[in-house]
């Protein structure tokens, strides 16, 4: 019903910044809660950032407040993460993700969005 994809990464120095892009298909994107997700090698994979429809309410995991932020431009389809401040604790392959549930839940969980993108890499560098 909905693809994303995912863009923006690359290989950056401690202190860093990236942008990155999630751009979903169809014409019903303001239907849909999206969030970022990230997976390090050798743990699970973890939230990061949630934006809701109208881009009001915002959430962020603890360990990126104040160095991450999540913005739509649902002119643009596309939703992003700034991310400021990179820190190599921050190296991780990271995943957009959609939900369209008329039910409300949980936005920090895996098991709540239906949609993902195919993930792209961020490696921050001592």
């Known amino acids: 019903q909905v693809q994303l994809v995912e863009s923006g990464g690359g290989l950056v120095q401690t202190g860093g910044s990236l942008r990155l892009s999630c751009t979903a298909s169809?014409?019903?994107?303001?239907?849909?809660?999206l969030a970022w997700f990230r997976q390090a090698p050798g743990k699970e994979r973890e939230f990061v950032a949630y934006?809701?429809?109208?881009?009001?309410?915002?959430y962020y995991a603890d360990s990126v407040k104040g160095r991450f932020t999540i913005f739509r431009d649902n002119a643009k389809n596309t939703v992003y993460l700034q991310m400021n401040s990179l820190k190599p604790e921050d190296t991780a392959a990271y995943y957009c993700?959609?939900?369209?549930?008329?039910?409300?839940?949980?936005?920090?969980?895996?098991?709540?969005?239906?949609?993902w993108g195919q993930g792209t890499q961020v490696t921050v560098s001592s």
């Open positions: 169809g014409r019903t994107f303001t239907n849909y809660r």
């Open positions: 993700a959609a939900d369209d549930k008329t039910t409300s839940g949980s936005v920090y969980y895996e098991s709540r969005y239906d949609y």
């Open positions: 934006v809701s429809r109208g881009g009001i309410a915002i």
